[in-house]
């Protein structure tokens, strides 16, 4: 695949019933706007970009791709009780923010950039089918630097894990954000690979194939059980693992964080990062360090 390089990488996680005010306090420390009419999925969407590029000077081009599992469904729940429990019309902006591509808008406006701006939801591989759109705009020259994270909020995320028996999580907001170019130079970091498969043994075989390091570390998304976990590792040997979920906690979006948490904290290293859907359709991510 062409490659794309990782030239920053930022995760903001809290605990779960996060105050929307903290959230504001937070984002002060980036940007002086005051924004007011916004919800708690927008507010995590602008704090965890802006903690990510920071310091980086962005070209009005760059696009934005945010991937989410469950997207603004806490201001639509709320928006429904206005009409069916209190028999009233929402409030315009409650209205208007039910859609979860308005949070990306609000980030564009706030950084000024004028790219491509999408919205990507598929269950349990949203930020993996995220980045595979990245990779193809990337090869065809569509695009030239892009923002791509992942956002969930935690009171939305623990439906995500039915059918994960035995397992769970600290329930957290999750933010996770990369910025990412064609271009090495500065790069710390970059995609390798990402694929997908139809089933379990076409992902095993190819994973058979790769020669394995004890500079390769592993990570499960929350739909690989334990049981496979474990196969997976006698595979894998001699990776170490990175058990971002059991560390740091789980929201819809936790390979987003998953990942740039991995940029973050290990360096000289190369990870497969290891994920399903509830129709058994996998996906791998290869991201190697400098």
């Given at each position: ?40 999925f927008?507010?995590?969407?602008i ?110 995320s623990?439906?995500?894990?039915e ?96 990942i ?30 400098f």
């Amino acid at each position: 695949m062409n490659e794309m390089y990782i030239h920053s990488a930022s995760t903001f996680i809290a605990e779960a019933h996060t105050d929307t005010n903290y959230l504001k306090e937070e984002i002060r420390r980036y940007t002086k706007e005051n924004f007011r009419r916004v919800n708690k999925f927008i507010l995590l969407t602008i704090l965890g970009a802006r903690q990510c590029i920071n310091t980086h000077a962005l070209d009005a081009d760059t696009a934005i791709y945010l991937t989410t599992e469950h997207g603004n469904l806490g201001e639509t729940a709320d928006v429904l009780d206005e009409i069916y429990e209190v028999n009233s019309l929402p409030k315009p902006f409650g209205f208007i923010n039910t859609m979860s591509s308005t949070a990306a808008f609000y980030l564009a406006q706030n950084l000024g950039v004028r790219g491509r701006n999408i919205t990507v939801s598929s269950q349990h591989l949203s930020f993996e089918r995220g980045l595979e759109l990245l990779k193809v705009d990337f090869a065809g020259g569509v695009e030239r630097s892009a923002l791509i994270g992942g956002v969930d909020e935690a009171s939305l995320s623990e439906a995500s894990l039915e059918g994960c028996a035995g397992r769970s999580w600290r329930m957290i907001d999750g933010s996770g954000w990369l910025y990412v170019t064609p271009e090495r130079e500065g790069a710390g970091g970059a995609f390798t690979e990402i694929r997908s498969f139809r089933d379990g043994p076409s992902c095993v075989r190819w994973m058979s194939e790769r020669e394995i390091s004890a500079a390769d570390v592993v990570a499960f998304g929350a739909r690989i059980g334990d049981e496979e976990a474990a196969s997976l590792r006698d595979i894998l040997q001699p990776a170490a693992e990175f058990d971002y979920l059991r560390e740091y906690g789980y929201s819809g979006s936790a390979t987003a964080c998953g990942i740039s948490m991995f940029v973050k904290l290990y360096q000289g290293k190369t990870l497969l990062h290891i994920n399903r859907d509830q129709r058994g359709n996998y996906a791998v991510i290869e991201l190697q360090q400098f």
